[in-house]
């Protein structure tokens, strides 16, 4: 009679361990960052390939003019978003550097890969032009002065002054003269001529062209004030786009 009437002990409910849960917790974020920064390297990776192009392709490319014109105004869009995603977020100042070295460990694997192994082009030819020391500058102006406003004036023109000494040193020796049959030219321009590109008739190097010599004749120079000032106005659009993006985005403020 007791038999019948006992009631089914209900088994205990398994605990977890907390160390387990923390573990669990801390692979979970490191597969999401690992995500986001592959994310990183491909779309900044794409986007400096179909802006800058040529001009940070080809070491013959590399001139006093487009090239310093045109590859920091094009490369200074996502670290400015990311930089007004984390610092207002997190007021984390170092997303102009960590979008950088994401972009060159891209431009690197790209360069290697495709131009070296399956073009057959020297690597000293398409090396990619660094901006870490630009990146440096704009994350250590944005911590100095706390104000989105005073890092596009300040560090949005140092952006683009800095650009040209940073690679001055990788850029110098290709501007040695070299004597190829009687025509005095730079080493950068006999590895052009010498290393065929595939193209159509309309696929002219543009460099050194326009009327800045007028100037006193200081090409880089002018091409690095005009290159800060639309860098000023780039970095600020794509730090409200930034802004506006991390501010859309409800689950960045529940972490």
Request: hydrophobic share 55%.
């Amino acid at each position: 009679m007791s038999a019948a009437t006992e009631q089914p002990v209900a088994a205990p409910a398994e605990s977890f361990d907390p160390a387990e849960i923390g573990y669990i917790d801390r692979m979970f974020d490191i597969i999401i960052l690992l995500n986001l920064f592959i994310l990183m390297v491909a779309a900044f990776h794409i986007h400096e390939l179909l802006t800058a192009g040529d001009w940070d392709f080809w070491t013959d490319w590399k001139d006093r003019r487009w090239w310093l014109v045109i590859t920091p105004i094009t490369l200074i869009t996502f670290p400015a978003a990311i930089s007004a995603v984390l610092w207002i977020g997190f007021r984390l100042p170092f997303a102009c550097t960590l979008l950088v070295l994401a972009l060159l460990l891209g431009q690197w694997i790209g360069r290697t890969v495709q131009f070296h192994s399956w073009g057959y082009y020297p690597l000293n030819f398409v090396w990619p032009a660094t901006l870490v020391p630009c990146a440096i500058l704009l994350d250590v102006t944005l911590m100095m002065t706390r104000s989105y406003l005073f890092t596009a004036v300040i560090g949005g023109m140092l952006w683009a002054i800095a650009f040209y000494p940073a690679n001055w040193a990788l850029l110098a020796p290709f501007h040695l003269p070299v004597d190829q049959g009687g025509v005095l030219m730079s080493l950068a321009d006999v590895q052009g001529y010498e290393y065929v590109r595939t193209g159509t008739p309309e696929y002219i190097r543009i460099i050194e062209r326009g009327t800045l010599r007028t100037y006193g004749g200081h090409v880089a120079t002018v091409s690095a004030a005009f290159s800060g000032f639309v860098c000023i106005m780039m970095y600020l659009a794509w730090w409200f786009f930034g802004r506006w993006l991390g501010l859309s985005m409800k689950w960045i403020r529940t972490i």
